[in-house]
């Protein structure tokens, strides 16, 4: 992707950023909570508006002013923290789930230490015997910035497609 800025997107610097999103999806799949925060900038903003059903062509069907979460690096530590503990019975027997990755695009920003990253996303879960699986899927952007000479994720905006989330709760992490 070309913004006509002089920094370039080297097929080097493709590998790095989607590795990253590549080992968060590990982190996730595998719950190693704790390392998927140090993949979070320390002032993260994590958001997934939610998608309106709207008629016309073209209308933008995103909330401006609603989101099914907005949560900061302190926030998702409360939460990742909880599932660690015995009050989190919704992942008790723990869910199988998987996040796949794709489509990553990434877009410079003008600041050689960070990048816009959009990537498309599919989560997949099932729970304990049963035959129903949840799923999620939908679009991320990204911004990716070098802190420390480390890649972190700075901020996320996931635009889910579903109008109506029929997974039965949010613990899990996109």
């Known amino acids: 992707m070309s913004s006509g800025l002089s920094i370039q997107v080297t097929p080097e610097l493709h590998y790095e950023l989607a ?3 590549y080992q968060e999806a590990y982190y996730l799949d595998n719950r190693k909570y704790k390392e998927w925060l140090e993949l979070l900038s320390e002032n993260l ?3 997934m508006p939610l998608r309106e059903t709207v008629e016309g062509v073209g209308a933008d069907n995103i909330s401006p002013d609603m989101a099914f979460f ?7 530590k409360t939460r990742v923290n909880r599932l660690y503990t015995k009050s989190a019975w919704v992942e008790n027997p723990a869910t199988r789930q998987r996040h796949f990755i794709s489509n990553v695009m990434i877009e410079p920003t003008g600041d ?8 498309y996303f599919l989560f997949k879960r099932s729970r304990g015997s049963t035959h129903d699986i949840e799923e999620m ?3 991320r952007n990204d911004i990716i ?3 420390n000479n480390e890649w972190k994720i700075a901020e996320r905006t996931i635009f889910p497609d579903q109008a109506v989330i ?3 709760n949010m613990s899990m992490f996109l």
């Open 166 to 168: 029929t997974t039965m």
């Open 45 to 47: 903003i994590y958001r």
């Open 70 to 76: 907005d949560e900061t690096k302190i926030s998702l």
């Open 145 to 147: 910035r070098k802190e």
């Open 137 to 139: 899927f939908g679009e």
């Open 112 to 119: 050689p230490n960070e990048y816009k990253v959009r990537s």
């Open 19 to 21: 590795n990253l999103l």
